[in-house]
């Protein structure tokens, strides 16, 4: 099941980014003191109560005086919200309680999502100033007093949040639904496809690009099984994204990829490969998500009789940190390899959620050892002492060895290739983590 998503929103500069930073632990968001610095979501894990949640730092929540503010601040906020299951209203003790966060808390109070008022920047310990209570008049109920510089409080946010998370088993009825993300560039037909799949005309197709907004998900259950389809917004380069619409829309995107078991990665076969395709594609790898990679409009493609493998073979050279992708060349005008897709969709989400067992694993092992032997460096041999699978969603192993210098990229490539052969992991990044014997599990 997904994992739920929590929300960080508030005006600009209040502090959004360095508290995510100090929730997941580490840090990611760039923070600054120049309002509007996070243009982009910035996606985090963090574990609390023994919940694991996803955590997105968003942009600030921008009023713009040329522009008619109260539609701007509820598109803005709209789309920010929506895709989460919490959501954390940061503000500032400092500035107190501003027109914007009015504006803002009134949005989210129309949301009808749990949201959890956090006044920030209460970096004196004990009692709390009496600027605090004015944040009561928010009609959100009791803040939370937190220092995100500091840390103050965080662990009582984090009490709030788990507790209003929706329940683990909320969504068991739907567990068998294969969640696909449709991403790409804007206008490479994501809408088109998810028209054709689901029968009817869902989502708004046009030839201009950037038509998609909003993340739309559509239930689909047909000959090939359950799936639920998220049609996004196209992903822009990031000198690209222009305006604050199109920063929430890209949020959504990314947040669609967060919830997805399978990304279908779409590209424009009469345009071919971009660095952009390749960017859109790393972000659904990073992610650890099943993925494929769908060319369109291939029945607008002049063909002779090489064209389809050449075609192929440059994408698998374009495509090389994911050579696990199948490529399904298709047509969401015509349905052509509509069915195809949908099998290679059903591999790529069966290898993502593969569980393979220690001994099955270290049988392989054996036997691959014994093909080819592991690396020496000055006299000294690599031992791969036993491994072990920890994770799925990718499928993540661990290595136990003598040690980590001597295990060559070069040889977990080989050991990667023998153990997507044998068990059949098409579609799924695997995640390889080693070890030296004597180093604790969480090291």
């Known amino acids: 099941m997904a994992k739920s998503v929590v929300a960080i929103v508030g005006r600009p500069n209040v502090g959004k980014s360095t508290l995510f930073n100090k929730l997941i632990g580490s840090r990611v968001s760039i923070v600054d003191d120049t309002p509007g610095v996070t243009r982009d979501r910035v996606y985090g894990t963090c574990e609390w109560s023994g919940r694991e949640f996803s955590i997105v730092d968003t942009g600030g929540i921008e009023i713009d005086p040329d522009d008619e503010i109260l539609s701007r601040i509820r598109e803005q906020a709209e789309l920010a919200i929506d895709a989460a299951d919490v959501i954390v209203f940061v503000t500032d003790i400092r500035a107190g309680v501003t027109a914007s966060d009015a504006e803002i808390a009134s949005m989210l109070l129309k949301s009808g999502k749990p949201v959890l008022l956090c006044v920030n920047k209460c970096d004196s310990i004990g009692e709390p100033p009496a600027e605090f209570y004015e944040f009561y008049s928010l009609g959100l109920g009791d803040p939370i007093c937190v220092s995100s510089v500091h840390g103050h409080g965080t662990g009582d946010l984090l009490d709030a949040i788990v507790k209003h998370l929706p329940p683990e088993n909320e969504d068991k009825q739907n567990d068998d639904a294969i969640r696909v993300a449709v991403i790409g560039k804007p206008n490479v037909g994501k809408s088109s496809l998810v028209n054709y799949i689901s029968g009817e005309e869902r989502c708004i197709v046009s030839n201009q690009a950037g038509t998609t907004r909003d993340a739309i998900d559509i239930e689909i259950e047909n000959k090939h099984g359950r799936f639920v389809f998220v049609d996004t917004a196209g992903m822009r380069r990031k000198s690209r994204v222009e305006?604050?619409?199109?920063?929430?829309?890209?949020?959504?995107?990314?947040?669609?990829?967060?919830?997805?078991?399978?990304?279908?990665?779409?590209?424009?076969?009469?345009?071919?490969?971009?660095?952009?395709?390749?960017?859109?594609?790393?972000?659904?790898?990073?992610?650890?998500?099943?993925?494929?990679?769908?060319?369109?409009?291939?029945?607008?493609?002049?063909?002779?009789?090489?064209t389809l493998p050449l075609y192929r073979k440059r994408l698998q050279q374009d495509f090389s940190f994911m050579s696990y992708a199948d490529i399904i060349f298709i047509s969401a005008k015509t349905g052509q390899r509509i069915d195809r897709l949908f099998e290679a969709i059903k591999e790529a989400a069966k290898a993502n959620a593969t569980r393979i067992t220690t001994g099955a694993l270290n049988e392989i092992l054996a036997q691959a050892t014994l093909r080819v032997q592991p690396p020496t460096d000055k006299g000294k041999r690599l031992k791969i002492y036993y491994m072990t699978q920890v994770s799925t969603k990718p499928p993540t192993f661990v290595f136990f060895v003598n040690s980590k210098d001597l295990f060559h990229f070069s040889y977990q490539r080989y050991l990667e290739n023998i153990i997507r052969d044998t068990f059949g992991l098409v579609g799924t990044p695997i995640h390889f983590i080693v070890r030296e014997r004597g180093e604790k599990q969480g090291g």
């Open 243 to 306: 305006n604050a619409i199109e920063r929430y829309s890209m949020l959504r995107a990314q947040m669609a990829i967060e919830r997805s078991d399978v990304c279908v990665i779409m590209i424009d076969g009469t345009v071919g490969f971009t660095e952009q395709d390749s960017k859109v594609a790393g972000l659904a790898h990073e992610a650890g998500k099943g993925c494929v990679i769908a060319v369109n409009k291939w029945d607008a493609v002049e063909k002779t009789e090489n």
